[in-house]
């Protein structure tokens, strides 16, 4: 977001120190999207977004048995997401984890491409300028 919102600005600003709204953006393996959720303050964390989307809440009706999506290290471990691993405080990841995470990071990057696709897409990503004032905006 280009301005802060007049209404609740804090629970917009990020850890990156901008102001943004959060989404979820779930793309397959060739970076089409397949399902977009933009709700959130940019203050939440991601695994906040992920844990009360309508995607996890109504897991039943987006997924078949054995399906989930991967993400990242901040998102929790559930029966559809498998999420990297996180390197423990004071620990070093054993060699398998090592080698999951590595596997991972290649397809994180189809869904980092994906992103990037849209906001060259769509330049009025780069930054909402719009004036977010009241619940309606």
Aim: hydrophobic residues 35%.
């Amino acid at each position: 977001m280009a301005f802060a919102p007049t209404q609740n600005s804090e629970d917009y600003f990020t850890r990156k120190g901008n102001y943004a709204i959060k989404g979820l953006f779930i793309c397959d393996d060739t970076a089409k999207i397949t399902l977009v959720e933009m709700v959130w303050p940019g203050s939440i964390h991601n695994n906040q977004v992920w844990s009360n989307s309508d995607v996890y809440l109504s897991k039943e009706k987006y997924f078949s048995n054995k399906e989930y999506l991967l993400g990242d290290s901040a998102f929790s471990a559930s029966s559809v997401m498998v999420p990297a691993f996180k390197k423990g405080q004071n620990a070093n990841l054993s060699e398998d984890r090592k080698y999951f995470n590595t596997k991972l990071e290649k397809v994180q990057i189809k869904s980092k491409h994906c992103i990037a696709l849209l906001k060259a897409r769509f330049q009025c990503l780069q930054g909402h300028r719009w004036v977010i004032s009241n619940k309606h905006d």
